[in-house]
């Protein structure tokens, strides 16, 4: 176990963490991770692979990274967040380490344990760093909460079985229960 630390934690205890043990860091709070259920899994893996199949099949630039994939919103050491799917179309953002600054996309899986960071804290982080695109896909409710930044912040909410649009992809549109057969 790493050392003990005073508050506000910092990116150094992020990175003493035992090999294996994953946490997020917010405005100088640790947030353990726990291990994700496979549906959990299941869709990281489904919306990585058919978002980057777009993008690839239209040339573009953006790059698509599931988790575990480091992204530092802020110009500090007090904020490190894993998005389970992490869209940059910056790539001066991209560095070694991950991405510095917001990812044009992210997405969300709810878990049971990670439902608050969610909808509240993570919400919240990810509009004010300048995320463009938020998703939060929920199995045990089979919805998906998308959130556009960059046009109007309204959120619309799908069930698994609607097609849903992109906001900053105009010609992209999935459904959940499509990817899920």
């Not at 599931?66 to 050491?77: E, Q, R, T």
């Not at 089979?142 to 097609?163: A, G, L, M």
Request: with cysteine; net charge negative; proline share 8%.
């Amino acid at each position: 176990m790493p050392s003990p630390q005073k508050m506000p934690f910092t990116l150094d205890y992020i990175y003493s963490l035992p090999e294996g043990q994953r946490a997020e860091l917010i405005d100088g709070q640790v947030y353990a991770m726990a291990p994700p259920l496979r549906i959990h899994q299941r869709l990281i893996h489904q919306l990585e692979r058919y978002i980057g199949n777009h993008i690839d099949s239209k040339h573009g630039s953006c790059e698509v990274y599931p988790a575990p994939f480091a992204v530092f919103l802020n110009a500090d050491d007090k904020t490190y967040v894993e998005p389970d799917i992490s869209v940059i179309c910056d790539r001066d953002k991209l560095d070694v380490r991950g991405c510095n600054g917001a990812p044009d996309q992210v997405i969300e899986i709810v878990s049971p344990s990670t439902e608050r960071m969610d909808y509240g804290i993570k919400l919240f982080k990810y509009r004010s760093a300048g995320v463009r695109e938020y998703w939060i896909v929920n199995p045990q409710k089979q919805t998906v909460n998308v959130y556009d930044f960059e046009h109007d912040e309204k959120t619309r909410q799908y069930d698994f079985d609607e097609p849903i649009a992109s906001c900053i992809y105009p010609d992209l549109s999935v459904t959940i229960a499509d990817l899920l057969k």
